[in-house]
């Protein structure tokens, strides 16, 4: 119990302050019922105190929970967060899967949305000639991540590292801005604890330019696919929470009508069959392309069935589907 407390204590406090009241949130929208709120901002407190903090709680909190209750708490409410509304970003349709495995994983999906100014080129009459008129584009933002461990830690982990990246994406529209100021946060907060690592691919889409910056950090690389060919978002980049100074970098790629983005955890490909087979990333875009006509929704969900017909998950499985106008 002390070793879990000391481990857990300056962690849960990090996490309260970072998650920016995304609990709270679930719970006030209903998303969180009141039995899972109240247990799991009550698992929060008593991590931070082996003794209930409030004498009018001495009755409603008897003991630190069992494994078994702390692992019902932290996967539901990375199932609520899992289930926040996708933003609305015209010329954007999304489709997300998520499954969780027997015990707690650490995947995490998070979106935003923003409105930035910006000079938009328009055609001129003159040839030659490009005219730049102010205007505004509403972008959209995407981040699937995995930490790397299980449990209740790996919880704390995903919930703190959402949080951070709410905040970041407020700040920069840069994805590696944002993945750079995430991994100085996790690698003081982690840095003692048994979660090693967290993975994340990080984009940006901006549907009225039609641009991609994107940047990856330890992540599968996503894809993005067109006309029947797939290109690999495969920009190099080093785990989150390894070194304090470590930098990130954009790419940046021009989206055509029509282009299918791609991301997903590792766990969705690595499903494995009898035979000991992974389900694998040939598997995956073979599925995709073989529903090219489908909308996002539709493709999402014959991935799903796809991946639980062929093997039982060990991890966590996300897959974001971005479908450009």
């Known amino acids: 119990m002390e070793a879990r407390l000391k481990f857990n204590r300056r962690l849960v406090r990090y996490v309260l302050i970072y998650l920016g009241g995304s609990v709270f949130l679930l719970f006030n929208k209903g998303t969180l019922g009141t039995g899972l709120a109240f247990g799991f901002i009550s698992l929060l407190a008593m991590l931070l105190t082996p003794a209930p903090v409030c004498a009018d709680h001495v009755d409603a909190i008897h003991s630190i929970p069992s494994a078994d209750s702390e692992l019902k708490m932290a996967q539901g409410v990375q199932e609520a967060l899992m289930d926040l509304p996708i933003p609305v970003v015209p010329g954007v349709d999304v489709a997300r899967y998520y499954s969780a495995a027997s015990s707690v994983g650490g995947d995490f999906i998070f979106f935003s949305s923003e409105t930035v100014d910006k000079l938009i080129p328009r055609e001129s009459d003159i040839q030659g000639v490009v005219r730049l008129v102010d205007g505004h584009e509403q972008y959209l933002s995407v981040a699937v991540g995995d930490v790397a461990g299980h449990g209740v830690s790996a919880a704390l982990i995903m919930t703190l590292t959402s949080g951070i990246l709410s905040e970041a994406s407020r700040v920069s529209i840069s994805p590696a801005d944002v993945l750079m100021r995430v991994n100085q946060h996790l690698v003081t907060h982690i840095e003692h ?54 930098l990130y970098e954009n790419a940046e790629l021009s989206l055509e009508s029509g282009d299918r983005i791609v991301v997903f955890s590792d766990g969705l490909i690595e499903v494995r069959n009898n035979s000991g087979e992974e389900f694998g990333l040939d598997r995956l875009k073979e599925s995709i392309f073989s529903y090219a006509n489908e ?31």
Not at 221 to 244: E, T
């Open 193 to 246: 604890s048994e979660i090693r690592y967290v993975t994340c691919m990080y984009l940006t889409i901006l549907p009225k330019t039609k641009r991609l910056k994107y940047s990856r950090a330890g992540h599968p690389p996503g894809f993005i696919v067109r006309k029947g060919q797939s290109i690999d978002l495969d920009k190099p980049g080093v785990f989150l929470g390894m070194y304090q100074d470590e």
């Open 295 to 325: 909308s996002a929704t539709v493709l999402a969900a014959n991935i799903k069935r796809q991946v639980s017909l062929f093997g039982a998950a060990q991890d966590d499985q996300s897959l974001v589907i971005l479908d450009i106008a």
